[in-house]
């Protein structure tokens, strides 16, 4: 590896594969209960900020369960068809080779100058050949299919749950890559919303089960009924 790159260039890609690993890690670790997963399913009432919020909800509190589910879906097709983990490792090979060892721009000629945005659309095509040669394109793309329908269907049936809902990290990760504009783009996203307005609530496995509205609170002030004689 050293042959290859020069000492910066080592040393950026320890410090990526590093972060690459830690990020591997922490995802692994926060899968969440599988039983937890499968709780409850319920189809959610028409209302599209309720959809949106359990969706991107959902999508942040069991992000590492969907990506299990993804893992299993490509190990069933590498086994069923071994061929598909020779062109994966091909695949890593060349991207490897593409955007780590050769640094745009590449240079052709005095007239020809290919910049970043020109080597990643070349090495897309070149891998979107390279898997339709191998016959292995349709199997990606249906395994591709497969975990959408699964996931997105978990995302709208699951009922927030309770950690979900009341997790501050989750909520400023959603804040950071703002998901609440998945329906509407100019809806922006608020921390804690009051069960009050929640449109989950009553429903299993979320906050305020019991289906009951918390009760109100007595007046602050003098009750208009009885005043107050000086």
Not at 1 to 13: F, H, K
């Amino acid at each position: 590896m050293r042959d290859l790159l020069d000492e910066a260039q080592y040393a950026v890609l320890l410090e990526e594969g590093g972060l690459i690993l830690q990020r591997l890690k922490e995802l692994v670790n926060s899968t969440k209960a599988w039983s937890d997963f499968f709780a409850v399913l319920k189809i959610p009432s028409a209302n599209r900020k309720h959809i949106e919020q359990r969706i991107s909800t959902n999508l942040m509190h069991y992000r590492s369960n969907y990506f299990a589910i993804l893992s299993l879906l490509v190990l069933f097709q590498i086994v069923a068809h071994p061929v598909l983990l020779l062109a994966l490792l091909v695949v890593a090979l060349f991207l490897f080779y593409s955007l780590c060892i050769l640094k745009p721009p590449l240079v052709l000629s005095p007239t020809v100058i290919i910049n970043q945005q020109g080597c990643n659309i070349a090495v897309s095509v070149c891998v979107f050949v390279f898997f339709t040669l191998c016959g292995v394109l349709e199997r990606i793309i249906w395994t591709c299919i497969y975990w959408f329908v699964l996931s997105f269907s978990h995302m709208l049936l699951r009922p927030r749950s309770v950690t979900s809902k009341t997790s501050d990290s989750l909520y400023d990760e959603k804040r950071s890559i703002n998901l609440f504009s998945i329906f509407n783009f100019n809806t922006q996203p608020t921390l804690h919303e009051p069960d009050a307005v929640d449109p989950e609530v009553g429903e299993v496995g979320v906050v305020g089960g019991s289906g009951l509205a918390p009760p109100l609170a007595p007046p602050m002030g003098p009750n208009p009924l009885f005043p107050k004689n000086d």
